[in-house]
């Protein structure tokens, strides 16, 4: 669900082949990531989307603070316009469109959904950045886009409940992704990964934080049943999903590979589909032949050559 941690790991110096500790860090940041749309909509039982986008990032920034204040001098604030982009478009954004999308969509389709960051990245990469790209990952991205495609507009038949439109927020979150990766990959390629984070999370959370007190935050806390259940939820999405998650996928890309370490984005999809049959969502082979085409897509964009 974080665009960082897709993009700001260095290659090692010397790639080693993944032991047994890699692949059980591996599968453990599968279920960690592949639980955070669960927990998106467990948290919108009692919080508005804003709330819980709100709630995300401020929690994440709490987090991150320390780490900040811990690396201030490493920062190139010469450059806080691509620090405030890629907070913006690698966790602010994303965090709004993800819980808004989620009060209409499956958690699992939110989750395969999220599956199309490589394909943007990409995409945008060419388009914008000046990135080359063989025919064969062009189409990929057009087998991708066929996936998600009939995840939506057939989302309907598929007796998907909620309208399958809220889908297409899901897409932009993770264009966002995309813009973050490259502008990490373009503007801020010498800078620590973890510093980067910090510096973003920290900058899009502390307005996200004041922001939550002008709404009926307190009120829901004090007064609904569940409340402080839902706010663990987002506690558990916050701290697990965003912050710990993006640092052991930094360790797992120094420890293995790059390669490696994209192969989480072909578990992910299938941990939201099974959270997602777990709290009883209708999963048709719709969404299967849909999630099908997107991993299709991705394994393509992902080859070498």
């Not at 066929?146 to 998907?160: F, H, S, T, Y």
């Not at 987002?234 to 993006?246: C, I, P, R």
């Not at 969404?287 to 897509?297: A, D, E, R, V, W």
Request: one cysteine or more.
């Amino acid at each position: 669900m974080n665009a960082t941690r897709k993009t700001a790991a260095k290659p090692a110096v010397q790639e080693q082949e993944p032991d047994l500790v890699s692949w059980i860090i591996l599968v453990t940041l599968s279920l960690i990531w592949g639980s955070s749309y669960i927990l998106i909509k467990k948290s919108l039982v009692v919080y508005s989307s804003t709330q819980v986008a709100c709630l995300r990032l401020a929690i994440s920034a709490i987090c991150f603070l320390p780490v900040l204040l811990w690396q201030f001098r490493q920062v190139d604030w010469s450059r806080w316009r691509f620090l405030l982009l890629v907070g913006l478009t690698g966790t602010g954004i994303p965090a709004f469109m993800f819980a808004i999308a989620q009060t209409e969509i499956s958690s699992s389709m939110a989750g395969v959904l999220n599956s199309l960051v490589p394909l943007f990245t990409l995409v945008l990469g060419v388009l914008l950045f000046g990135a080359k790209a063989p025919w064969v990952k062009l189409l990929g991205v057009l087998i991708g886009l066929a996936g998600a495609a009939m995840l939506i507009l057939l989302g309907k038949e598929a007796g998907a409940e909620g309208n399958p439109w809220y889908g297409l927020l899901v897409i932009v979150g993770c264009i966002c992704y995309a813009i973050s990766s490259n502008t990490v990959g373009t503007f801020l390629r010498d800078m620590k990964a973890l510093v980067i984070s910090a510096a973003s999370f920290t900058i899009v959370g502390i307005p996200a934080f004041a922001y939550l007190f002008r709404t009926d935050f307190l009120h829901k806390l004090e007064l609904q049943t569940g409340a402080w259940e839902a706010l663990g939820y987002v506690a558990l999405l916050s701290v697990f999903g965003t912050v710990l998650a993006s640092l052991i996928f930094f360790q797992l890309v120094q420890r293995t590979s790059p390669v490696f370490a994209s192969m989480i984005s072909y578990l992910v999809p299938a941990v939201a589909v099974s959270w997602g049959f777990v709290d009883g969502e209708n999963i048709s082979m719709i969404h299967f032949i849909g999630m099908g085409l997107i991993l299709s897509g991705v394994y393509l964009v992902k080859k070498k050559g």
